[in-house]
Structures are given as C-alpha cells and as structure tokens.
C-alpha cells in the first residue's frame, strides 16, 4: 500500500516564497490533481481576471483602433484584454501598479519559472493567506508575477485591492477548483509581450514617448455610476476626478500633436461633461463578470471616447 507523502515544511516567509508539492491543489480537504484548462490552446489572452477587463468589449474597440499606426501605448494595461487581442508589433504598456507590471516582465522573462512556481501551490484558505501576507516587494520579478497570478486566481471574485499601505487584503475566494495553472495561456502571452516595453509609471508620462501616428488607448478606473459602486483601489494612491480631469487634458494635448486615442469610461453624466468638447462619444453595452457585488456585475452602458 502506498504511503501518502509527507508534506514538506514550509520555509519562512521573510526568506522564501512558501513552497508546496508540485502539482496537487487542496481542495476541502482532498488532495486532487490539477488541471490546467486550455480551450484555446497557445493563444495569448488575459492571464488575469481584471475588474473592468474589456475581452466583452473587443467587438467594439477593434473597429476604432487606426488601420495604420506607429507605436501602441497603454498607459493602463490592466489586463491587458485589447494587447493580447491585437498584437501590435510595437508596444509600450505601463501602469501605475508596479507588482502588476513586474508581474507582467516575470511572464515575459521568465515564464517557466512562473509556470513552476504556479503549479507548485497548493489551493486552500492557509496557504493563501500566507501568500497575502508576503512582503512581496523584495521577491525577484518571476516570484511577484507567480504571487500575483496565485492571489488573482484564489482570492474573491478576482480582485485586485490594496489600502494606503499598499497591503493586498482580498479575502479567500473558496472556489472548488480554479485554474491557477494556464500554462499554454502563460507560455503564448510570454511570446506575445517578448518585444513590448514594459514600464511602470503614470499615465501621464505618455505624452513623453508618443510621436505623431501612434495610437493611446486608456482604460482607467472608471468613473462611478453611483457612491457605493467606487472602486479605484488598484494602486495606494487611487483615482479620483483630479485624475480624470488631467486624462482628458492629456487626452486633448495627444490629439493636437497628431497621435490617436481612444479611451473608455462609464457612462455617467459627469464624464459626458468632461469629454464634450472636442471629443467624439459613443455608448455601447458592456458586460461586467467581476465586481465584488453581484448586482454590479451584468449588462452596462459604458462610453467609447476618441
């Protein structure tokens, strides 16, 4: 008879990841093995669930991007959904989120090691919270991308929340059994980021690199619908409507020099104010499957601005 192997001890937090046996997820208290679930097998596409992702709008953003363009910018790559669609030979994606952009050079550089990082952590409630607890910051570019895959994956409805102290704090999301593991997405998004600049700043900066003919696509925190429906958590910082202000006007100054942009945002009143002179405005429908409350997750209206 087969003796269960003992699970190894886990090293200290302040020195190394918390490690665990290759390829088993605990799941209410069964060991099962994972699958990696592929549908689309070596096709790039988000390798994370992103509040606000915009794979439901391609249909929509894919006729307003310019037939012919210099440089693509995206000053708020998130998940990246219209990147990995559109492959653009030249790139430059940014974000205010520095683990988020750290994450997304560990896929590129070094995504075995993510790969075997991510298949090597187990799925239950105390392994989570200690990789919450992890002063990730310190870690090497493959290991953040690994944390932050693992932590995107496991914690609730997908989220991506720190406060003021830059502290993940994501409650567990109790799934059954969740991908944690893409591997074939991983692989192909690293072979679709191998020629993108990578940077983690604000979205401002954008002015600095944009030459006459490239093409901007913002997608920032949106705008609420309603006080309870603000989420701008991503970065410690937030973003309120100073920064939506300063958007516009950066949005205003790349158009007079000759560089393409479009931008998206909800639909409230406030946002139709802000982009209604010189600006053209389109609404179209969205659906929402991240939210941390069911009632904001469905069909909305949202605006295309270029």
């Known amino acids: 008879m087969l003796q269960q192997a003992a699970r190894p001890q886990r090293i200290s937090l302040r020195s190394s990841l918390p490690t665990a046996r290759p390829g088993l997820a605990r799941t209410r208290g069964k060991e099962q093995k994972r699958e990696v679930i592929a549908p689309e097998r070596g096709k790039a596409k988000p390798f994370l669930k992103w509040v606000g992702g915009k794979r439901q ?62 298949s090597s952590y187990p799925h239950d409630r105390d392994f989570f919270l200690e990789m919450r607890g992890i002063d990730v910051d310190r870690r090497s570019d493959a290991e953040v991308a690994a944390w932050f895959i693992y932590l995107n994956r496991t914690g609730f409805n997908g989220l991506y929340r720190v406060n003021r102290s830059n502290i993940y704090n994501v409650p567990f999301g109790d799934y059954d059994n969740p991908v944690i593991c893409d591997a074939d997405t991983l692989r192909a998004c690293a072979r679709a980021l191998r020629h993108t600049e990578l940077l983690c700043t604000s979205f401002e900066t954008v002015v600095d690199r944009t030459r006459p003919g490239d093409f901007v696509y913002f997608d920032p925190p949106y705008v609420p619908l309603s006080p309870s429906s603000n989420f701008t958590a991503y970065t410690r910082g937030g973003f309120g409507m100073a920064e939506h202000a300063q958007l516009r006007d950066v949005a205003r100054t790349l158009k007079a020099r000759g560089v393409s942009v479009l931008l998206s945002n909800s639909s409230a009143p406030v946002v139709h104010a802000l982009y209604g002179d010189g600006f053209e405005l389109a609404s179209v429908g969205a659906t929402r499957a991240v939210n941390c409350k069911a009632a904001g997750r469905g069909r909305v209206q949202e605006l295309l601005i270029r």
């Open 57 to 118: 709008l391609l249909p929509e953003l894919e006729p307003r991007i310019p037939s012919h363009y210099g440089t693509y910018h995206e000053p708020f790559v998130g998940g990246g959904a219209l990147f990995f669609h559109h492959q653009p030979r030249r790139a430059v994606l940014s974000d205010a989120n520095e683990r988020l952009i750290r994450t997304y050079r560990g896929v590129r550089d070094k995504v075995e090691d993510v790969i075997g990082l991510l």
